[in-house]
Each structure stands twice: as C-alpha cells, then as structure tokens.
C-alpha cells in the first residue's frame, strides 16, 4: 500500500486453507496441481489475474518496502529484476554451492540462473521481478500461448516447464532479445530459511540496528555511521574509501565490526 500496490494475491497449494484462516482478507489462486508443479506452473494457475504491471516474487522471501520502491522504479516500460550485489564466492566461501547467480553489466542483465559460485558473478537474484509497462504483455502471452505447448518439454535449466523457476522464465525473455533491467537492492531482504531468519532481518547486524534506533531516540543521539560489507570492499576498496570521506568532516573515525546479532 505505501508503494501503491493495489492487489495482493497468494498462490499455492499447500496447506492453502491454514494460510486462508490466517490472512482472511488476503486473495488466493489454488494450484490444483502444487504437488507437481514448480515456481511457472503456479504462476499459470495465476495468468488470468496478469492484466496490467504486476511484481512477481517467491513465497519465502522478507523484503522491506524499499524493495518494492526501487523494484518499481527500475525500468518503468519493461522488465526489472531484483538482486543483492554481492562476491558470491566470498560471500558462500564455497565456490560449489550452486545458487541464484545474476550477471548484470551496467544495470543490464546479461545471464540468470542456477550456477556454480564465481567471482566474475554480480550478486543473488533474490527471487522477486517486476514487469512495468507493456511488458506485462508479453507474460500473459507466454503463460496463454507458449506455456501449453511447451508441457512436460524441458524448458531452459528446469527438465519440465511445470517445475521451471522464475530464472527459467527470465532466461528465456533473454534468449528472445528481451532486454531486463536490475536494481541492486541490497541486504534489504531475506530468504526464510529457519525459524531464526526472520529474527536475523529485523535485528540485522548490530550497525543495521544502531541504524534503526537512530532515528526513535529522543534523550540519546547516535553518531552518523557508514556502513559497509567485507565483499563491498574487496570488489573495490578505493570507492568505499572515496564514500567514507564524502560522508564524514572529521580525519578522526572509529571503525568496528557489525556481526549479525
């Protein structure tokens, strides 16, 4: 709503009825078929409801409304993809773990997809994509037209277009000369792994959480502080140097670590 998001609807399967009992005023589309279906076989039990600008986003992410905010100001005609830039092999400190890797040259996205970490990566595709303007369009085309032929056929990485991710889909837009912008959106999300995630969203680090209190105290005053990640740093040290001086008068600063909580 602070973002004017008019309509919010849920698709699933799963336990839909307990997810209905506890969010009564919240839309659903049932997936008849959730046991065997993925990610694009949910969206095209969804497709009738896609008749204007529509942000797409998985289940078991958290996100602030900032997200939502600059997911929309992305590419206002077309395709916007939302990712965290990040060193993904230092950021996993295991260059076999295969994840959602984006590879964006100059807000453009180049390749999406299930890989193998890489240094040459740009960040995490945190599963959340809008389609602004006429773009739309060609979704509700995708999903009515080539979806059905396209049945129990390998499509992209996925072997059948039933279980494809949203990664498939953006791939095969790619593939079809589709440009796709990306907006980085930093840790301002989080993939609900454990019942500890949600916890670690809210507090975040203890910068993160300073950062908060900030602006709701009234007897205390908390210094200014910039806040950066160690794979920011080792991407390029120079400009987070460059930051640190725009943003503080003083040639005398304290430096601490920011763990999360």
């Known amino acids: ?37 993925g990610v694009l076989g949910s969206l095209y039990q969804a497709r009738k409801y896609i008749n204007g600008p529509v942000i797409i986003c998985y289940g078991d992410i958290v996100y602030t409304s900032d997200v939502v905010k600059n997911i929309l100001k992305g590419n206002p005609n077309g395709i916007t993809v939302a990712y965290e830039e990040k060193n993904m092999i230092s950021a996993n400190n295991n260059s076999n773990i295969i994840k959602n890797v984006v590879f964006v040259n100059k807000e453009e996205l180049n390749k999406i997809g299930f890989f193998k970490q890489s240094d040459k990566a740009s960040g995490e595709f945190i599963g959340m994509v809008c389609f602004n303007g006429n773009s739309w369009k060609d979704l509700r085309e995708f999903l009515d037209k080539i979806y059905p032929t396209l049945l129990n056929k390998k499509f992209e990485q996925s072997n059948k277009i039933q279980n494809a991710y949203l990664t498939d889909l953006l791939s095969y837009f790619l593939n079809n000369n589709k440009s796709i912008s990306c907006v980085n959106i930093g840790n301002e999300w989080i993939e609900l792994q454990n019942e500890d995630s949600l916890t670690k969203f809210i507090m975040g680090t203890k910068g993160d959480t300073l950062k908060k209190l900030k602006s709701m105290l009234k007897k205390s005053k908390l210094c200014n502080q910039y806040i950066f990640r160690v794979s920011e740093w080792e991407k390029n040290s120079e400009l987070i140097i460059k930051k640190i001086k725009n943003t503080f008068s003083s040639d005398k600063l304290a430096f601490r670590s920011s763990s999360e909580l």
């Open 1 to 37: 709503k602070k973002n004017k998001v008019d309509k919010i609807r849920f698709v699933g399967g799963y336990e839909i009825q307990k997810v209905g009992s506890r969010f009564p005023n919240l839309d659903f589309v049932y997936n008849p078929v959730w046991q065997e279906t």
